[in-house]
């Protein structure tokens, strides 16, 4: 063969193999779930290039052996032929060296081009196309793949049966060629989603709640049984209605004395039903009892969702490991967790957003401190200058004597110093923000980046509790707080804080001593 026709068949065999490495990383970086889509709606090569990527390993041995054959024939025919071609050029040159010296500098040029068209027309930059368009090469290269597919199997089947002769002494024979996704893994996924703008964070907030459901337990949302409203067949009829006039409720566990004798629970529709018939009379409640459903304590949400669906019973009455009455779970505590707070008409609704807390005038972004006093007392003062309503020294005595006492950063970059002063009207939040972290005795060692600075009525100790366990709340959520972390300004911060107020499950809108649940319906 001449050095032209040579030539001729590398350029081919150097396009053969750009064409099997695009194919290579093309259908492994491409979504399965993306290609079942397109076939749906018709795409050509849609279905095809899914059938590849089904049976990934057959099809990557194809590719392989293309590249492999490639290779070999781009070696073999393309070096010696340019070698011969510019030995041939360098023999016009005047006889500075031997012919010896004129082959081996031929040769060498010869490596050199040939290996860099190689790596880079034959490598990398189909690697890279691949790697930033996966759909559109996959579909591209569905169907030449496919032939070469076909082309080569009995080769191929010669070879995989080799393979996997050696696989099985491995024992990874039967490992499966695609794995799915870990709950980690998704939550990164959708976190990616929500920065490239495809979800919104509400939405991505639903998503982290529903993540949690599996794992939540039915004790941590029900109300406890000191709370619930109860109609007790002992208390006698006029107690009873006097409970039913007093509140808002739409069920009431019917109980012959406290809750552990809950025999079943009342519909107020079915109260009004008697009521308004003709001739009707404020009936017994225990006339109209429906079965209430009993649940232990440790049922997870997601099967105490399932089993009040099958009872058609919205009702739960949760028991302690001991069987007795732990408290009530409604379907509607249940779906907060989900979705967050869901008011009725009659709810008295207690604000205790963190966004209407934060005193923006009050924050620093960009906290640059020595220490951890320092910071401190410079957000401290910064707060003070912007809300007033305290003294400041009292304020900063009582915040470092607590800090001195019980250090604040709990981990995971974030410390919640606070303290309750008298005299204060409302409870004032200051956000600091460090660029470069504060070291600080955190449970996991990691230096503080940020810092909620909380001040509350000395006379409303439920206050700190609530807002504690909101933050506490606020530092699980992974996606909510690299967003902190990156907001521009306040009113970013304000903007994240409202959207976490809105989505927060049930049980993190609870202070921790005292529950505000209740049966609703």
């Known amino acids: 063969m001449g050095i032209a026709a040579s030539l001729a068949v590398s350029v ?41 990527t089904k049976d990934l390993d057959a099809h990557l041995s194809t590719i392989q052996l293309g590249i492999t054959m490639a290779s070999l024939g781009l070696g073999w025919l393309g070096e010696p032929a340019l070698a011969q071609l510019v030995a041939r050029q360098l023999g016009r040159l005047p006889p500075l060296w031997g012919e010896l010296v004129t082959h081996s500098l031929a040769f060498g040029l010869a490596f050199v081009f040939i290996t860099g068209s190689h790596v880079v027309v034959g490598e990398l930059a189909p690697k890279s196309l691949a790697i930033r368009r996966p759909e559109a090469f996959a579909l591209w290269c569905a169907r030449p793949l496919s032939f070469f597919h076909t082309a080569f199997f009995i080769p191929m089947s010669v070879l995989n049966w080799l393979s996997n002769r050696f696989l099985g002494l491995t024992g990874l024979l039967h490992a499966p060629s695609e794995y799915g996704y870990s709950l980690d893994e998704m939550r ?10 495809l979800l919104s964070l509400r939405r991505l907030l639903f998503f982290e709640n529903l993540f949690d459901f599996g794992g939540t337990r039915l004790e941590t949302v029900m109300t406890r049984a000191e709370s619930v409203a109860i109609l007790s067949r002992r208390r006698g009829r006029e107690r009873n209605l006097a409970v039913l006039r007093e509140r808002s409720f739409s069920r009431y566990p019917l109980c012959e004395a406290g809750l552990d004798t809950a025999i079943g629970y009342v519909h107020v529709r079915d109260l009004h039903k008697a009521l308004l018939a003709p001739g009707g009379v404020a009936p017994d409640p225990f006339s109209l009892r429906r079965d209430i459903l009993k649940l232990p304590g440790r049922t997870s949400l997601e099967e105490a969702l399932a089993q009040m669906q099958a009872a058609r019973c919205p009702l739960a009455l949760v028991t302690d490991p001991e069987g007795a009455a732990a408290g009530i779970a409604t379907l509607e505590d249940i779906l907060e967790e989900l979705v967050g707070d869901i008011h009725d008409e009659f709810e008295e609704v207690v604000a205790w957003d963190l966004e209407s807390l934060v005193v923006a005038e009050g924050s620093d972004l960009r906290l640059e401190a020595a220490d951890k006093a320092a910071a401190l007392k410079a957000l401290l003062l910064r707060l003070h200058r912007a809300a007033g309503g305290f003294d400041a020294e009292a304020a900063w005595e009582a915040l470092w004597r607590r800090e001195q006492a019980f250090p604040s950063a709990m981990g995971r970059g974030a410390a919640f110093p606070h303290a309750r002063l008298a005299g204060l009207r409302r409870p004032l939040i200051a956000v600091g923000r460090s660029p470069k972290g504060i070291a600080c005795e955190a449970l996991d060692g990691q230096p503080v980046r940020l810092i909620f600075l909380i001040l509350t009525p000395l006379e409303e100790p439920a206050a700190q509790l609530r807002i504690l366990a909101k933050l506490a709340a606020l530092m699980s959520e992974e996606a909510l707080c690299r967003r902190l972390l990156a907001a521009h300004d306040m009113a970013g911060v304000r903007a994240l804080l409202r959207v976490f107020d809105q989505n927060l499950p049930a049980r993190g809108r609870k202070a921790p001593a005292a529950p505000a649940a209740r049966p609703r319906g």
């Open 12 to 52: 081919l065999l150097l396009g053969l193999n750009a064409f099997f490495v695009l194919a290579e990383f093309a259908i492994v970086k491409v979504r399965s779930s993306r290609l079942a889509e397109l076939a749906r709606k018709g795409v050509p090569s849609a279905a095809l290039a899914q059938a590849i």
């Open 188 to 197: 990164a996924l959708l976190s990616q989603a929500q920065e490239q703008g």
